[in-house]
C-alpha cells in the first residue's frame, strides 16, 4: 500500500523516522494523523525505529534541506506528546468502560443462572408434586377395579346359586312418586332407573359375548367400538356427527350393526332409530352423561374382566 506523502511528511516533522511513519500510516489505513500516532503509541516499540541506510542522493537531500525540519520538529514534537497523551487517555477510558461492560456482563449473567436455576428447582418441585398425585390418583383407581372386580364376582356367584340380586337402595330414590290417579300412570313411561339401565347394558354385553365365545374377537372389536361411540358422545355432546349413526355404514356393520344386542346397548345409552330405521340418533336433549359414564364402565369391565360372561347362564 503506497503511504500518503502529506501525512507521512508531517509526521517525520514530528520526529519519526520515514520507516516507522509509513509503518503506522501502512497499518492504520492512511486514515488520518492521528490514526497513525494511535497505532504508533500502541506499536511504537515492536515497530522499527530506524529506516536503511540512504543512498549518496538521499543523504545530499537531507543535507540541503536538514535546516527546515530541524527548526520544526520542536514545536511539533510537543503536538505529537500532547496527541500520545489522548491516545493514552481514550485507550484508558476505553479499557475502563469495556471492564464496565464486562462486570455488568458477569452480573447478568449470575442473574440468569439463579433464574434459571430456581425456575429448574420449581419445575421439579411441581414435577414430583404432580407424580405423588398421580401415584395416588392411580392407587385409587386401582382400589376401585378390585372394589368393582369383588362386586361383580358376588353378583356372578349369586347367579350362579341361583340368589336374587341385589338392588341397591338408591333405585327406590329414584322412582316418581306416586300420583292420586292410578290410572293416568302409563307404567312404560316412566323413566328406566340408572339401576335398572345399567343391568340391561351388562346383560346385552354378555349375551354378546357368550354368543362370540368361539371368537372373543369380534366381541372385543365390538365392545371397543361401542365405547368409541360413548365417548365421542360424553366429551362432545354438541357435535351432531357423534350423535348419528347410519346403521348401513359397512364399518358399523361389521363391527357392531351385525350383532343384536350392540345395536339395543345403544339405543339404551340414548339412541333411536330414524329416518325410516335407517339411521341411530341421540337427540341433544336425550344426552345424559350420568348414563353415558354407566355404559362406559361396563363397556371397560367387560374389555379388562377376564371373567366377564363366563359364568352367566
Known amino acids: 500500500m503506497e503511504v500518503d506523502e502529506r501525512m507521512l511528511g508531517e509526521l517525520e516533522a514530528m520526529g519519526f523516522s520515514k520507516a516507522l511513519a509509513a509503518k503506522a500510516l501502512t497499518s492504520s489505513g492512511n486514515s488520518s494523523i492521528e490514526d497513525a500516532i494511535n497505532w504508533l503509541v500502541d506499536h511504537g516499540d515492536d515497530a522499527p525505529t530506524s529506516e536503511p541506510s540512504p543512498g549518496p542522493e538521499v543523504l ?9 525540519p530541524i527548526q520544526i520538529s520542536e514545536q511539533v514534537k510537543l503536538r505529537a506528546q500532547e496527541l500520545r497523551g489522548q491516545a493514552r487517555k481514550r485507550r484508558a477510558e476505553q479499557d475502563a468502560r469495556l471492564d464496565r461492560e464486562r462486570e455488568k456482563e458477569r452480573i447478568r449473567t449470575g442473574k440468569e443462572l439463579l433464574e434459571a436455576k430456581r425456575m429448574a428447582e420449581e419445575s421439579e418441585r411441581k414435577r414430583l408434586l404432580s407424580q405423588r398425585k398421580a401415584d395416588k390418583e392411580e392407587e385409587k383407581r386401582a382400589r376401585e377395579r378390585i372394589r368393582q372386580k369383588l362386586q361383580q364376582d358376588k353378583l356372578e356367584r349369586r347367579r350362579m346359586l341361583g340368589l336374587p340380586m341385589e338392588t341397591p337402595a338408591s333405585v327406590n330414590t329414584e322412582l316418581p312418586q306416586q300420583t292420586n290417579n292410578p290410572e293416568l300412570v302409563d307404567p312404560a313411561a316412566l323413566p328406566e332407573t340408572p339401576a335398572s339401565a345399567r343391568e340391561s347394558m351388562r346383560e346385552c354385553l354378555r349375551t354378546l359375548k357368550r354368543q362370540n365365545k368361539d371368537d372373543n374377537t369380534r366381541a372385543m372389536r365390538a365392545f371397543q367400538t361401542l365405547l368409541i361411540y360413548v365417548k365421542n358422545v360424553f366429551k362432545d355432546p354438541d357435535e351432531e356427527k ?13 363391527r357392531v350393526g351385525r350383532f343384536e344386542e350392540g345395536v339395543k346397548f345403544l339405543e339404551l345409552c340414548g339412541f333411536e332409530r330414524v329416518e325410516g330405521d335407517n339411521f341411530l340418533y341421540m337427540a341433544r336433549e336425550r344426552v345424559d352423561s350420568s348414563l353415558l359414564k354407566s355404559a362406559a ?17
Request: aromatic share 16%; net charge negative; no cysteine.
Open 60 to 68: 545530499e537531500n537531507i543535507v540541503i534541506e536538514a535546516f527546515l
Open 297 to 313: 364402565a361396563e363397556l371397560h369391565n367387560a374389555l379388562t374382566n377376564p371373567f366377564f360372561g363366563l359364568f352367566s347362564a
Open 242 to 254: 357423534f350423535r348419528k349413526i347410519r346403521i348401513s355404514n359397512p364399518a358399523f356393520q361389521e
